[in-house]
C-alpha cells in the first residue's frame, strides 16, 4: 500500500509516517524542504525515539521523499496512485498543497472510480473539509460531482507532543509515547484505511473540542506566560506556581465548556486534564516555549483554542473566564522576532492598539465582553 504524505515535518514522521509503516504502507513524503528529502532519499528509513522513563526506538522503513515544489508532476502521479493521502503542513499551509492534490485526483479520476481518502492532521477543527474546499476550487463542476463520489476528506484530530529536535539530526525524531488519531469515519469513502493506531468515531467534534481545547489551549498557558516571565522551556514554565495555577484555572473553564457541550463525564475529564498536564511536563522533552506559542494570529482566532472556548464559556455560564482571558492577554504581548506572525501582530498593536487587534484577529465583535476582560489583564500585564 502505498501513501502520500504532505509535510515531513515533526508530526509528519514522529506520528503519522510511523503509524503508516507499522501499518504496512510505504510513504512517500512531499515537502518543500529539500535538505530532509535527500536524506530521505538517501537513508529511505529514520528512527523514532518514544522518551519517557523508558526509551523505545521504532525504525521507520520503506519510506522516500520528493519535493513537490520542484517536482510538481511527479507529486500529481503519486497522488493519482496513492492508497492514502495525508498531510500535517500546518493550518495556513492546506490552501498551499489544495492544487497537488486537485491535480492528482483528476488524473485519477479519468482513469479510475477507485475510491480515496485525504486526511489533514493539523491542530484545527474542519481541517480536511477546509482542504476539500481549497480542492475544490481547483476542479470544474463535473470533477466535482465526480469526487463527490470517490474522495473523502474526513476530518481528524492528531495528538502527540513532537517538539523541535535537536540541529543535525535530519530525520530522527524524540517523540512523547502518547499518541491519539481519531478520524471521523462518516465522510471515509470505500474501506476504511487500516492504520494501526486511529480511533474511527461518527463524530468527531466532541474529539477534536475536546483535544483541541485541552490539550492546546493547556499548553498555550505555559507557552505564553512562559515567554512573558522569560522562560525558554516549556518544563521551566511548568516549574513556575503562578502558570500553573492559570493552567488549572484555564483547563477548569475549558472542561466546562466541553463536559457541558458534549456531555463528557466530568471525572473522566478530570482524568483526561492530569494525564495532559503530566504529559506537559514530561522531563524527558525538551520543547521551547517558542514552538508552542508559533503562529499567535492564527491561535487567536475565533475558532482556535482560546476565543472559542472562552466565548463559549461566557455564553455557558455568564461567568467571566479569567484564566483564558489571562492567556489571550499573553497572547496580545507576545513579542518574538524570529515568529513573523508575531511580528505581524505587534506591528498591528503598534499601529491600532491592543483593543482594536485583538478585535480584528478574533472576529469578536465590538462590545463583546471577552475584549473587556482580556484588556483588565492587558493593562496589568504589560507595566
Ligand atoms: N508538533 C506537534 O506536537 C503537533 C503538531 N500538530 C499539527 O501538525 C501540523 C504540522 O506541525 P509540525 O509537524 O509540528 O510542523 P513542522 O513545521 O515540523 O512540519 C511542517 C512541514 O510541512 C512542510 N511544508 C511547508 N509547506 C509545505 C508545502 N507547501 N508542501 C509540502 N510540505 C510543506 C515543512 O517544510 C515542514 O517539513 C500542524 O498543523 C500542527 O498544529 C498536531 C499535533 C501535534
Ligand atoms: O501546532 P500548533 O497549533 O502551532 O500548536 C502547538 C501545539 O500543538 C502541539 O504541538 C501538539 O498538539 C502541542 O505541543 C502544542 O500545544
Known amino acids: 500500500m502505498q501513501a502520500v504524505h504532505f509535510g515531513a515535518g515533526n508530526i509528519g514522521r514522529g506520528f503519522i509516517g510511523a503509524l503508516l509503516h507499522q501499518s504496512g504502507y510505504q510513504t512517500l513524503f512531499l515537502d518543500v524542504n529539500d535538505t530532509v528529502i535527500q536524506e530521505l532519499n538517501q537513508k529511505r528509513e529514520y528512527e523514532v525515539t518514544l522518551v519517557g522513563t523508558e526509551q523505545e ?8 521523499g520528493l519535493n513537490s515544489s520542484s517536482h510538481p508532476d511527479e507529486a500529481i502521479e503519486a497522488i493519482s496512485k496513492a492508497d492514502l493521502v495525508t498531510a500535517a503542513v500546518g493550518p495556513n499551509v492546506l490552501a498551499h498543497i489544495a492544487e497537488l492534490i486537485a491535480e492528482g485526483l483528476k488524473v485519477r479520476m479519468r482513469v479510475s472510480k477507485e475510491p480515496l481518502n485525504v ?18 476550487e481547483y476542479l470544474n463542476e463535473e470533477e466535482r460531482q465526480a469526487a ?9 484530530a492528531v495528538d502527540r507532543i513532537v517538539p523541535d529536535q535537536r540541529p543535525g539530526n535530519i530525520l ?55 515567554h512573558y516571565k522569560k522562560y525558554s522551556t516549556i518544563n521551566e514554565a ?36 492530569r494525564k495532559i498536564i503530566e504529559r506537559f511536563s514530561n522531563p524527558y522533552i525538551s520543547d521551547y516555549v517558542t514552538r508552542v506559542a508559533r503562529g499567535p494570529i492564527r491561535k487567536l482566532g475565533q475558532n482556535d483554542r482560546l476565543i472559542r472556548p472562552a466565548s463559549l464559556y461566557i455564553q455557558l455560564t455568564g461567568k467571566e473566564p479569567v484564566n483564558l482571558a489571562t492567556v489571550i492577554a499573553g497572547v496580545l504581548l507576545y513579542d518574538n522576532e524570529q515568529d513573523d506572525e508575531a511580528r505581524r501582530l505587534q506591528d498591528q498593536i503598534a499601529e491600532k492598539g ?25 493593562n496589568v500585564m504589560k507595566r
Open 119 to 136: 486526511i489533514a492532521c493539523e491542530n484545527m477543527i474542519n481541517g480536511s473539509s477546509i482542504l476539500k474546499k481549497h480542492v475544490f
Open 238 to 273: 511548568m516549574g513556575d506556581e503562578e502558570i500553573k495555577k492559570v493552567l488549572y484555572g484555564a483547563l477548569s473553564e475549558t472542561g466546562e465548556v466541553v463536559v457541558r457541550q458534549h456531555k463528557f463525564d466530568q471525572s473522566e475529564h478530570g482524568e483526561y486534564i
Open 148 to 156: 463527490e463520489q470517490s474522495i473523502g476528506f474526513p476530518n481528524a
Open 172 to 226: 530522527g525524531v524524540a517523540v512523547e509515547p502518547y499518541y491519539e488519531w481519531v478520524v471521523e469515519q462518516t465522510s471515509i469513502k470505500g474501506e476504511r484505511p487500516e492504520v494501526k493506531g486511529i480511533t474511527y468515531v461518527d463524530d468527531l467534534n466532541p474529539y477534536i473540542e475536546r483535544k483541541l481545547f485541552t490539550v492546546n489551549t493547556g499548553h498555550a498557558v505555559p507557552a505564553y506566560l512562559g
Open 354 to 378: 491592543y483593543e482594536a487587534t485583538l478585535q480584528s484577529v478574533s472576529g469578536l465583535a465590538a462590545g463583546d465582553p471577552l475584549i473587556a476582560a482580556v484588556m483588565k489583564h492587558v
Open 57 to 64: 526506538i521504532i525504525s521507520v522503513k520503506n519510506v522516500s
